[in-house]
């Protein structure tokens, strides 16, 4: 089918045909849903498509897919439409003006995440605010939409109180939920919503999205996606710190050869100051790259993430310590966006992928 919701340029669901085909043949047939739940993996494309079928359901001009031009279409894409709301996870003391910011944050560069870092939740509040609005008619659209992210992060209580709207829809009225593990929704909502699963955005997918969206060269592109693993948002952070990365990394390479560990602490803190939590998610990364790849060349296969010339020479490490490393530097990742600290996150992966080559029989080269 051709794909009339993904038909813009930049086109917002680039690399989910499946998803496309299933909501274009809902749409038309006109049979949409009251609720779906869209699951996947973080930064491959659920709010993207939220907002498309969210603008699919409210658009002036369509009844089966989105203009892109009229006045719904353009601000529900900007995250202005007063009928389409954004409900995300929270905490207790967090104000509606940080709401608002994080809002504003993500129409302005379309990357930033909406969650309140730490133990956030979509809370009971929230849920009640959602039936207060759905309760009201439209202030202007065709209909209502209400897009709620990572519902397997809501609390029992919100999820119950969420159940009375998706049992009882008002009509005009679309909800949208996403979540990471659909494991994580409880089974009572996860019936009553139609369930679209996101899997990972095949690489050559991601490059291409990244040269439309951002402009970066090729060579860029594709060294972002494969590092990204998937996910279009993560590609989009890699691509944003531009060429900065591999020097970072390059760092991280030679901390990892140094001859005591002494000095890698005072280092690792300094670089997690500037790279902040993105930045170091995206060293991670970058660093589970090149040590992959150093792996690969260990047991004679050819580096799929590198050119030959971001790979230090002479390490002589061996590739089940690399792994090792390689699995470090992954658990520290998960931890940053598990909300662990990154300056400590990091050392420990640093210092334990130290240990773990250093212990090897390695010896230890110089790294250019
Ligand atoms: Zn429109």
Same mark, same amino acid.
């Given at each position: 089918m051709t794909g009339i919701l993904g038909r813009r340029s930049p086109d917002p669901i680039l690399g989910h045909e499946d998803v496309e085909e299933v909501l274009q043949a809902a749409l038309s047939s006109g049979r949409l849903a009251h609720a779906y739940l869209f699951a996947g993996p973080r930064g491959t494309g659920r709010f993207s498509t939220a907002l498309v079928l969210a603008a699919s359901f409210m658009c002036r001009n369509s009844r089966t897919g989105w203009c892109g031009e009229c006045g719904d279409c353009r601000r529900i894409m900007r995250l202005q439409h007063p009928d389409v709301r954004i409900t995300f996870p929270v905490l207790g003391a967090t104000k509606p003006e940080e709401i608002a910011d994080l809002i504003s944050k993500r129409s302005g560069d379309g990357t930033t995440r909406l969650a309140v870092p730490g133990n956030s939740a979509i809370v009971i509040d929230a849920v009640r605010e959602i039936q207060a609005r759905m309760a009201l008619k439209p202030y202007e659209g065709r209909g209502r939409v209400e897009i709620l992210l990572d519902v397997d992060r809501m609390r029992q209580e919100a999820s119950n109180a969420l159940l009375k709207s998706l049992e009882e829809p008002p009509p005009e009225t679309l909800l949208i939920l996403t979540a990471e593990r659909v494991s994580g929704v409880i089974p009572t909502v996860r019936s009553r919503a139609h369930l679209v699963r996101f899997g990972r955005v095949p690489a050559e997918t991601v490059a291409r999205i990244l040269v439309e969206r951002t402009g970066t060269t090729a060579a860029e592109a594709s060294r972002a996606a494969a590092m990204a693993d998937g996910s279009v948002g993560d590609a989009l952070s890699l691509a944003k710190e531009g060429p900065v990365l591999p020097d970072v990394v390059r760092r991280g390479i030679e901390l990892l050869s140094l001859a005591e560990p002494s000095g890698i602490i005072p280092a690792v803190r300094v670089m997690a100051k500037a790279l902040g939590v993105p930045g170091s998610t995206s060293l991670c990364a970058g660093m589970c790259a090149i040590l992959h790849d150093l792996r690969r060349l260990a047991v004679g296969s050819p580096a799929?993430?590198?050119?030959? *010339? *971001?790979l230090p020479r002479g390490c002589g490490w061996p590739a089940d310590s690399l792994g090792k490393a390689v699995e470090a530097f992954q658990m520290c990742e998960t931890r940053i966006r598990a909300n662990v600290n990154p300056a400590a996150a990091l050392i420990a992966a640093f210092t334990g992928a130290w240990h773990v080559l250093s212990s090897s029989d390695a010896k230890r080269g110089e790294v250019h």
């Open positions: 799929v993430f590198s050119t030959p *010339d *971001d």
